[in-house]
Antibody, heavy 120, light 112 residues
């Protein structure tokens, strides 16, 4: 079955960087885009970026341009999201999502989420 | 960015009764190919979201038929015909007609 398993929770200092990983299984990794979406405590959902695992092409929300990088390693079916210069406003659960924006029956899967806490 | 506005933000419901959530977009969501890319997601307490509806009214696998989506242009609705205990949580609309994808603020469905 399709699974996206994310890395464990992180606590970071302001100004630091964080890397969240997302390991895919149960399907051909290069067949579907991986998106990153975050959810601040008690808040809604915010799209951040996508990566095409086949080509490595990426697209970022303007809000995060220059501060986020998404990559992938096809040898281990894993996508990564790096976020730099963390501030308190970056405290959130970060989700990887397969095929978020492709309007096709039954293709959207979410990881379990990774809580990133930014605190001094 | 397209702004998605949901109402109400809180929806107390009674088991077995219907419920309805509205979602309005700041621009038409009709794409150049004629499709309308409006989705609905459910997030149960402590869980990741899951997509219920795509292209306004198409249900995903395993979604009970008591969930239905409707609407066009800028006005959309998610209806639950008879609320069950499993339906408690937050519901979000999301558009991906225009870049970047944007979500509504969420509607909390809770039992009266």
């Amino acid at each position: 079955q399709v699974q996206l398993v994310q890395s464990e929770a992180e606590v970071k200092r302001p100004g630091a960087s964080v890397t969240v990983s997302c390991k895919a299984s149960g399907y051909t990794f290069t067949d579907y885009y991986i998106h990153w979406v975050r959810q601040a405590p008690g808040q809604g959902l915010q799209w951040m970026a996508w990566i095409n695992p086949k080509s490595g092409d990426t697209n970022y929300a303007q809000k995060f341009q220059g501060r986020v990088t998404v990559t992938r390693d096809t040898s281990i079916n894993t996508a990564y999201m790096d976020l730099r210069w963390l501030g308190s406003g970056d405290t959130a659960i970060y989700y990887c999502v397969r095929d978020l924006t492709n309007a096709v029956y039954g293709t959207v899967y979410w990881g379990q989420g990774t809580l990133v806490t930014v605190s001094s | 960015d397209v702004v998605m506005t949901q109402s109400p933000l809180s929806l107390p419901v009674t088991f077995g009764q219907p419920a309805s959530i509205s979602c309005r977009s700041s621009q038409s969501l009709v794409y150049i190919d004629g499709n309308t890319h409006l989705n609905w997601f459910q997030q149960r307490p402590g869980q990741s979201p899951r997509r219920l509806i795509y292209k306004v009214s198409e249900r995903d696998p395993g979604v009970p038929d008591r969930f239905s989506g409707s609407g066009s242009g800028t006005d959309f609705t998610l209806k639950i015909s008879r609320v069950e205990a499993d339906d408690v949580g937050f519901y979000y609309c999301m558009q991906n007609t225009h870049w970047p994808p944007t979500f509504g603020q969420g509607t909390k469905v809770e039992i009266k």
